[in-house]
């Protein structure tokens, strides 16, 4: 089986509910403590085996690039003044062994668009998706490291799931269950509370087959008129090649203002500040 060590980070979106704060700084560039959030998803990728990350950028977001790449300026400051550790913290944001690719996204057309802008640099290889949005404390295994053993040992698109009751099932894609354990027989984009096939949730990774690309390519748009994986994985589900893995550590959707808090003050707490 093909080993994974791609990542698509679809990171091109403006951010508005971070506003005016991020009219100039990316929104995935905000800060949980000392931190910014596009690295904890970085990082945990990384832990999963991965050796390429693939950033699906848009213009305003060259405070991505910059991040991640060397600043021997700053780097010689700190030395020059025997702050050693922290020119070491600088100069290993990533492993020496870990490449990053930025991509734009010219215009916003959906996830399954940002993912397609990925198409060229990924290939034909199985590969996973990062959104940064989607905080994952991490735990022992790793959500990304659990999403790409299940997909390296059964060769079927991996998508992480969670139990979502009440009204707020509506706000995800929602899985329809497949008679046999993991096995996911739909993926349903958004659907109406009362018309929800379940209370499992997809959340923000995935593992995911080269095939994907040929079912995006034919996708007419879905919800909003954009480009959703969702119904290419919902597509792929339909032919039996989707399972689901239950999400293990504590998640946290910074995609909004009370969510990047709560990780936050998280984060805080487990590192004793509060």
Not at 235 to 263: I, K, N, P, W
């Given at each position: ?168 099932i509506s706000k995800y894609g929602v899985v329809r269950p497949g008679k046999n ?94």
């Open positions: 089986m093909a080993k994974v060590t791609k990542a698509v980070f679809p990171v091109a979106g403006y951010g508005t509910r971070f506003l005016p704060a991020t009219k100039a700084i990316p929104k995935e560039m905000l800060p949980i403590l000392d931190k910014p959030l596009i690295q904890f998803a970085a990082e945990e990728a990384i832990s999963a085996g991965i050796k390429t990350l693939i950033f699906v950028t848009s213009r305003v977001k060259r405070a991505l690039e910059d991040h991640f790449d060397s600043n021997p300026d700053l780097e010689e400051v700190l030395r020059s003044k025997g702050k050693c550790q922290l020119a070491d913290l600088v100069h290993d944001t990533i492993p020496a062994d870990v490449e990053c690719i930025f991509v734009r996204q010219r215009e916003q057309l959906g996830l399954g668009h940002a993912v397609l802008c990925a198409e060229p640099i990924v290939g034909r290889e199985p590969f996973a998706v990062l959104l940064p949005d989607d905080f994952i404390v991490p735990d022992s295994s790793g959500t990304t490291a659990t999403l790409v053993e299940a997909f390296e040992r059964t060769g079927k698109t991996q998508i992480s799931v969670m139990t979502v009751d009440g009204p707020d354990g993991p096995n996911v027989a739909g993926l349903i984009e958004k659907p109406p509370y009362d018309e929800a096939p379940s209370n499992l949730a997809s959340i923000g990774r995935y593992v995911l087959s080269p095939e994907i690309f040929a079912v995006l390519h034919q996708l007419p748009p879905g919800a909003g008129g954009e480009i959703q994986l969702a119904d290419a994985i919902n597509h792929q589900a339909e032919m039996g090649e989707v399972q689901a893995v239950t999400l293990s550590g504590d998640r946290y959707d910074c995609g909004s203002v009370e969510g990047f808090l709560a990780a936050t003050m998280r984060v805080a707490r487990d590192k004793g500040y509060l």
